[in-house]
Nanobody
């Protein structure tokens, strides 16, 4: 079994910073892509940022220049540094991992339980 455990959410004022962490554990051979998604009330879940095991990153346009995704491959952990937070960043943030459990095996997708980020104006 694989688990993704998130931490770092909270309530902050506009302009503040938060750092989210997500640690993967369990039967993992390699994690190809790790990422963060978010879902605000009444909205669909949207991609925030992803990072491959080679370090290639991708961001949604609305967070470029404010958020930075990084990962520690040795610890199977992904981080999201969020600076200049805005009220529209308020959402539940979910960690996501695309991984394989054995060499040349199929790819699986896993989600964390979500962590609330609330930004007040």
């Amino acid at each position: 079994q694989v688990q993704l455990v998130e931490s770092g959410g909270g309530l902050v004022q506009a302009g503040a910073s938060l750092r989210l962490s997500c640690a993967a554990s369990g039967s993992i051979f390699s994690i190809n892509v790790m990422g963060w998604y978010r879902q605000a009330p009444g909205n669909e879940r949207e991609l925030v940022a992803t990072i491959t095991n080679a370090g290639t990153t991708n961001y949604v346009e609305s967070v470029k220049g404010r958020f930075t995704i990084s990962r520690d491959n040795a610890k199977s952990t992904v981080f999201l540094q969020m600076n200049g937070l805005k009220p529209e960043d308020t959402a539940v943030y979910y960690c996501n991992a695309l991984l394989i459990k054995r060499a040349s095996g199929p790819q699986y997708q896993y989600w964390g339980q979500g962590t609330q980020v609330t930004v007040s104006s």
